[in-house]
């Protein structure tokens, strides 16, 4: 009778953590987190990025459809799409309409993942379709934007994970400042493993994906997994800082392997470029 039970109350809690994991994949949040520049120029004060990164996109029903609700009233005219863009043929479908949607009166640039490379994806396609949707795709390469009269610069390297980031050539990419005022420079990567490389390496902030924040993790958010070689698990998701230079991880907003998450949601994220550190959510040093 006791083993009976006991078996019960692991199915049950088997089937709660399968209900609350499969749930937990839609339930989209919006993180806001400032980022302090040295000596950003006063008119890119307050400057917003919107980061998505993982979409794994499997179609285009009502999450996809909650995902454009949730941008549609965000101000920030650019996005940053850190990678992994597909997550199966139908996707491949869905992806030019969304990508347009998300673009829509703004700037989307990209880079590429390691599911960007693997099949069933067509890379070449992939690459195809994304600029059709207008999306710039940057390859150890670099473009600019101009806010209010002052540029910032967004360096894309290609994916970490699979040895194809060149940090060097890509910032290299970057034209010679115009003026005397300093011109910013965001550097978008697949995975947090270009870190080692891009540490210091003169970008004012890293944007990254990848781990998914873990996508199953412990109450607390800590990740069982993240997926990565060079960093460690402080790497996988939010603001971190090591040696000066700042990373924002973002948990992803698809899934990959397993259809659920516990204890780490998608999230669609809001980088705000500001000339003092703000009071909310300060980095935290990796161990
Ligand atoms: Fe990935």
Known sequence: MTTALIVAALAAAAGWLAFQGRRETRRLHLTTVEVPVRDLPEELDGFEIIHLSDLHLTGYGPYEQDLLRALRPLPARVVAITGDFLGGPIGAQALIPMLMEIGRDRVVFGVFGNHDYRPPVNTEALARDLARAGVRLLVNDAAVVTERGRRLHFVGVDDPHTGRADVERALAAVPPPQGHEREPVILLAHSPDVFPDAEGAGADLILAGHTHGGQICLPGGFPLHTNTRRVGRRFSA??????GT??????????SGLRMRLFCPPEVAVIRLVRRPGLQQPPSEPR
């Open 238 to 243: 939010g603001l971190v800082e090591r040696g």
């Open 246 to 255: 700042p990373m924002f991880v973002h948990r992803g907003i698809g899934t």
